[in-house]
């Protein structure tokens, strides 16, 4: 499974962030338990009311993180699932999507939490997704990571801190 070896994250200082949330509508079974685990997670970081906005799929959540990031928020999470077909469509979404979210982060400075799920099947997805009976929660995990980089980002910002 690719969640042996994940760090255990702890989090001081991110009370006052600024949170948006970027989460596609495909698969919503898979979406519903993503951006659960995302909420769940900033309600325990005290990151008080995150924005969120749904977009159609993987391929337009750089175009929003980037919206979100240019409007004063401190982390983004960006949040979606692309299941592998019979065509080359999943390696070019999957391409473009990681390639602008990455984009996003180097071009603003404002950190992207990765909820990007690449999965060969929907039964990957859903053991990723952090519905009942998963084995791990990865919009909780991008949530966690924007959230601790941005503390990190005020840190390098603010020596001392």
């Given at each position: 499974?690719s969640?042996?070896?994940?760090p ?11 949170v948006?949330?970027v ?6 079974a898979v979406?519903d338990?993503?951006?659960a685990?995302?909420l769940?997670?900033l ?6 009311e995150?924005?969120?906005v749904?977009v159609?799929?993987?391929?337009e959540l750089p175009v ?28 070019y979404?999957?391409a473009?999507a ?5 984009r ?16 060969d ?6 053991d990723?997704a952090g519905?009942?009976?998963?084995k ?11 959230v601790a980089t941005?503390?990190a980002l005020?840190?390098v910002?603010?020596p001392?801190?």
């Open positions: 499974m969640g042996s070896g994940a255990e994250i702890t989090v001081d200082g991110s009370r006052g962030l600024r948006g949330i989460a596609a509508q495909w698969h919503a979406m338990g993503l951006l685990g995302a769940a997670a309600d325990e970081l005290g990151t008080a995150p924005t969120v749904r159609p799929g993987a391929f929003v993180a980037k919206a979100l990031a240019d409007s004063g928020h401190d982390a983004v999470v960006a949040l979606g699932v692309v299941i592998r077909g019979g065509t080359p469509h999943f390696e979404v999957c473009a990681t390639d602008g979210l990455t996003v982060a180097l071009d603003t400075g404002v950190p992207v939490g990765f909820g990007l799920l690449t999965c099947n929907e039964q990957q997805a859903l990723r519905v009942e009976g998963s791990e929660d990865k919009g909780r995990e991008a949530a966690t990571a924007a941005a503390v005020r840190k910002a603010t001392g801190r």
